[in-house]
């Protein structure tokens, strides 16, 4: 394959520009090399952290077993009249996540639990909602 001279040397500086990255310099457009910023906290105090706060919620919603997403579906009853939002692998106080849910997102109007499915059910489509709000809670 042919490739113009102009291309090449800019292959060249590219990949020069990217072992300088790899060795911990940021590379601006403008072309000045500036420091990575310090982490915040470190992995494992995040994930510490992220336990201490799960810890304290009566409930717990699993992720699912292939993607690893969270399973809050949007379902149609009654031949498309009716929207739901179901929330399932709720494991512990279903009710708690319920009144959460209802307290914290506007527009839910009924909350159906049903603890020996382990799901809980909200009038309405609010999927993307309960997703952000769960994600916020470390889900």
């Given at each position: 394959?042919?490739?113009?001279?102009?291309?090449?040397?800019?292959?060249?500086?590219?990949?020069?520009?990217?072992?300088?990255?790899?060795?911990?310099?940021?590379?601006?457009?403008?072309?000045?090399?500036?420091?990575?910023?310090?982490?915040?906290?470190?992995?494992?105090?995040?994930?510490?952290?992220?336990?201490?706060?799960?810890?304290k919620l009566p409930f717990f919603?699993?992720?699912?077993?292939?993607?690893?997403?969270?399973?809050?579906?949007?379902?149609?009853?009654?031949?498309?009249?009716?929207?739901?939002?179901?929330?399932?692998?709720?494991?512990?106080?279903?009710?708690?996540?319920?009144?959460?849910?209802?307290?914290?997102?506007?527009?839910?109007?009924?909350?159906?639990?049903?603890?020996?499915?382990?799901?809980?059910?909200?009038?309405?489509?609010?999927?993307?909602?309960?997703?952000?709000?769960?994600?916020?809670?470390?889900?």
């Amino acid at each position: 394959m042919f490739f113009p001279r102009t291309f090449s040397r800019m292959l060249r500086s590219y990949s020069s520009g990217l072992s300088e990255v790899a060795a911990g310099a940021q590379v601006h457009k403008w072309g000045e090399r500036v420091g990575l910023p310090e982490p915040v906290m470190t992995a494992t105090e995040l994930e510490a952290l992220i336990k201490d706060k799960l810890a304290k919620l009566p409930f717990f919603v699993e992720r699912t077993a292939e993607q690893r997403s969270l399973p809050v579906y949007s379902a149609l009853r009654n031949g498309g009249t009716r929207e739901l939002t179901i929330i399932r692998h709720v494991f512990g106080d279903a009710a708690a996540l319920g009144r959460m849910l209802k307290g914290s997102i506007p527009g839910i109007k009924a909350v159906e639990v049903r603890a020996t499915q382990r799901k809980v059910i909200l009038k309405g489509n609010f999927v993307q909602d309960v997703k952000i709000y769960l994600t916020d809670l470390g889900f």
